[in-house]
């Protein structure tokens, strides 16, 4: 069977798929799962084209390494084969531990475990089953590898994850502030000590790179309708969650099923492999036909969730630089609760409020280091002459209220 296949990608066009390994590995069950988890979560209620998948995204990146390593090569740096092969399976399956919905649910079916442990469990599983063929790639994955460019390639502040995600999601959007001169900056690649290095020449371009990254977390990531359907999500799976930990029969999918009715510890899910056979067959689709199904339930308040979500009936959303006051908070929560019989507890469905945060870029963390025609290496921040680029190395922190349209 010829397995060198030829995918057609609309954002770059004709890619290939490299070896018969990687075939395999996006012939997987575990990587076919994330054609039905959508990158964007609940954005494509604000931007309707905004429906391209997990699945889109990890080949894309697997595209963006192949064009990487052919530059870093042809600068004279040595990469083996079996370091392309490894370092392309590192990126195809950085986002396999993705649940439903992506970052939405990230922290709602199973408690305080990051999409990415769950991925480098996945990697180990798969591992696993192709006989130890990806240890190179777990090894450069988490790090552990000698040359640790291949790792910032995958992890990094411009890592090829966030290169096709800008690029994907702008282009899904139509929201053009998030392109990014992909190429250009691929091309100004170059390996200085082990470490990833741009080179001089390539400073606007990163500077573009960050001030798009930072636009789209304000116009897409973070756009305030955004952000109500996400967290309506949210309510909906703590409200199902709470019902199942009652005695309440819920439809659900197994899986779903699964997650509703046991508290799963971080401990448990790594250590009990049921748990996760069950996550690898969750998608988006286990949560919206059940929230289609609860919108006829008995409890008022999971069925009034329901059905905000499912008519696009979402919270009212309020984004300010300071925390609501306590006394407008409890008028709403009073209000809420006379409105829908609820009580005063249980109207914290309905009025709530969370922290938004947006940091373009974090230099203590894998920086982005510039390579200077006199071979000196600095900063990204100090290496620009745009006079707020240092400012993107701040964590912006803005304050969300939600409350029903109705009130």
């Known amino acids: 069977m010829n397995k060198k296949k030829i995918i057609n990608d609309p954002v770059y066009g004709f890619i290939n798929i490299p070896s018969a390994l990687l075939f395999d590995l996006i012939s997987h069950p575990y990587f076919q799962r994330l054609r039905y988890i959508k990158q964007l979560g609940m954005t494509h209620l604000v931007y309707p084209g905004a429906l391209h998948t997990r699945f889109h995204h990890a080949l894309g990146a697997m595209h963006l390494m192949s064009l990487a390593i052919k530059v870093l090569r042809d600068k004279g740096h040595e990469v083996t084969s079996d370091e392309e092969e490894a370092a392309t399976i590192a990126i195809l399956l950085h986002d396999i531990g993705h649940g439903p919905f992506s970052h939405a649910l990230e922290h709602s079916l199973v408690n305080g475990i990051k999409h990415e442990d769950i991925s480098m469990l996945i990697m180990q599983r798969l591992n696993e089953a192709f006989d130890g063929k990806l240890s190179l790639a777990i090894r450069i994955f988490t790090g552990n590898y000698h040359k640790r460019f291949l790792h910032q ?8 994850d966030r290169m096709d995600y800008l690029n994907r999601d702008s282009f899904f959007t139509g929201v053009s502030e998030g392109v990014i001169s992909f190429d250009r900056i691929i091309k100004m690649f ?3 000590n082990g470490e990833l290095v ?17 636009l789209m977390y304000w116009q897409v990531y973070l756009h305030k309708t955004v952000i109500a359907a996400e967290q309506l999500l949210v309510k909906i799976l703590e409200r199902a ?12 999918s197994p899986a779903l099923k699964h997650f509703l009715t046991n508290n799963i510890s971080e401990a448990a899910f790594f250590s ?5 056979a069950q996550f690898t067959t969750l998608d988006d689709q286990d949560i919206f036909t059940s929230i289609k199904v609860w919108v006829s339930h008995p409890d008022h308040i999971l069925s009034e969730l329901c059905k905000m979500l499912t008519a696009r009936n979402l919270y009212k959303i309020e984004i300010s630089n300071d925390e609501p006051g306590a006394e407008r908070m409890n008028m709403l929560k009073d209000t809420t609760a006379a409105v829908y019989h609820i009580s005063k507890a ?4 309905f009025v709530f409020t969370a922290a938004i945060m947006n940091r373009a870029y974090n230099a203590g963390t894998g920086n982005i280091n510039i390579l200077l025609k006199n071979s000196t290496i600095i900063d990204i921040a100090k290496a620009s002459d745009l006079s ?7 964590t912006v ?8 349209r109705t009130i």
């Not at 707020?388 to 701040?394: A, G, V």
């Open 153 to 160: 390639l995958i992890s990094g502040q411009l890592d090829l």
């Open 241 to 252: 969650r709470e019902l199942a930990a009652g005695g309440v029969d819920l439809f659900a």
């Open 346 to 349: 249980e109207s914290s469905y």
């Open 272 to 276: 009990e492999p049921l748990h996760l």
């Open 190 to 192: 170059n390996v200085s």
């Open 397 to 404: 922190t803005k304050h969300i209220l939600c409350y029903p």
């Open 388 to 394: 707020n680029l240092e400012s993107l190395d701040r």
């Open 198 to 214: 741009i080179e001089e020449k390539g400073i606007y371009s990163i500077e573009n790179f960050l001030i798009s990254r930072r």
